[in-house]
């Protein structure tokens, strides 16, 4: 079976958002670990300018980094990094940072480079895309959201710059939009079409609404553990949607919990 898995091209999603602290790293994480519960094999790529927030989610200190891969000439297999329940990461590093300066070559040339992933991976999560070409490269991206008065605004503005960045494709393209830190299913759908009433108005997107991560104490009680909250607490209200958003991105039939 796993012969049959590895003709089919991996998934690949961006994790991206508006702004930073809205939890990337967190709903990036506890996809990953919920997909690997599945079966899935599943790798991460840390690409948020080497703020480094998932190989601290994963208490794992990688030998090597992706600018390692870009710079020094090491290889793919060698910078991939495991982290807990199998699941593989590539840490972006402080080098990184070069990302957001480099030019339209080098961009494809990573880019070429990550599609190795999908011979060893049945799904790869981008975690904010550097720059719009990751997330132009990604038929898949996710946008995480946040009540705060300003989020939906900043995710507009994302979707604005994403629209107008020259080779994307707003007929191929999906945006997913889980908003996060909800006080119940009720605000997050409200949410949702807020954003959703003005990107149809003014952009050529399609966006989806794939589901709520309730407001969870446990969530930050995990993250005091660096851990990350589908393992410390596996029967937690967020635990619960993340595996119930990971089983509808998987196409599996589910009841979605209450999250109130």
Same mark, same amino acid.
């Given at each position: 079976? +796993?012969?049959?898995?590895? %003709?089919?091209?991996?998934?690949?999603?961006?994790?991206?958002?508006?702004?930073?602290?809205?939890? %990337? =790293? =967190?709903?990036?994480?506890?996809?990953?670990?919920?997909?690997?519960?599945?079966?899935?094999? &599943?790798?991460?790529?840390?690409?948020?300018?080497?703020?480094?927030?998932?190989?601290?989610?994963?208490? &794992?200190?990688?030998?090597?980094?992706? =600018?390692?891969?870009?710079? #020094?000439?090491?290889?793919?297999?060698?910078? @991939?990094?495991?982290?807990?329940?199998?699941?593989?990461?590539?840490?972006?590093?402080?080098?990184?940072?070069?990302?957001?300066?480099?030019? /339209?070559?080098?961009?494809?040339?990573?880019?070429? %480079?990550?599609?190795?992933?999908?011979? @060893?991976?049945?799904?790869?999560?981008?975690?904010?895309?550097?720059?719009?070409?990751?997330?132009?490269?990604?038929?898949?991206? @996710?946008?995480? !959201? !946040?009540?705060?008065?300003?989020?939906?605004?900043?995710?507009?503005?994302?979707?604005?710059?994403?629209?107008?960045?020259?080779?994307?494709?707003?007929?191929? !393209?999906?945006? /997913?939009? *889980?908003?996060?830190?909800?006080?119940?299913?009720?605000?997050?759908? #409200?949410?949702?079409?807020?954003?959703?009433?003005?990107?149809? /108005?003014?952009?050529?997107?399609?966006?989806?609404?794939?589901?709520?991560?309730?407001?969870?104490?446990?969530?930050?009680?995990?993250?005091? +553990?660096?851990?990350?909250?589908? *393992?410390?607490?596996? #029967?937690?209200?967020?635990? %619960?949607?993340?595996?119930?958003?990971?089983?509808?991105? =998987?196409?599996?039939?589910?009841?979605?919990?209450?999250?109130?």
């Amino acid at each position: 079976q +796993k012969e049959e898995q590895a %003709k089919e091209a991996a998934r690949v999603f961006a994790v991206t958002s508006g702004k930073g602290g809205v939890g %990337k =790293s =967190s709903v990036s994480v506890n996809l990953a670990i919920q997909f690997a519960r599945m079966g899935k094999s &599943v790798v991460i790529l840390d690409a948020d300018l080497g703020l480094a927030n998932v190989e601290v989610m994963f208490g &794992v200190i990688p030998k090597y980094n992706l =600018s390692d891969l870009l710079y #020094n000439g090491r290889e793919l297999k060698e910078i @991939i990094c495991e982290g807990p329940e199998g699941i593989q990461f590539i840490s972006g590093g402080s080098g990184i940072a070069n990302l957001a300066n480099f030019d /339209k070559e080098q961009v494809k040339r990573l880019i070429n %480079k990550m599609t190795e992933l999908e011979k @060893i991976a049945d799904i790869v999560i981008i975690y904010k895309g550097a720059g719009m070409e990751f997330l132009i490269s990604s038929p898949e991206t @996710i946008l995480v !959201t !946040t009540p705060e008065p300003t989020s939906v605004t900043d995710s507009y503005a994302l979707l604005k710059a994403l629209s107008m960045t020259e080779g994307f494709q707003g007929k191929n !393209t999906t945006v /997913k939009m *889980i908003a996060n830190r909800v006080s119940d299913a009720g605000e997050g759908k #409200n949410l949702y079409e807020k954003l959703s009433m003005v990107v149809s /108005k003014f952009l050529n997107i399609n966006i989806e609404f794939l589901g709520v991560i309730p407001q969870d104490s446990y969530i930050t009680k995990a993250i005091m +553990k660096q851990k990350p909250v589908s *393992i410390m607490y596996p #029967n937690a209200a967020a635990s %619960k949607q993340f595996e119930a958003i990971a089983k509808k991105m =998987s196409g599996t039939p589910q009841d979605f919990p209450d999250s109130r």
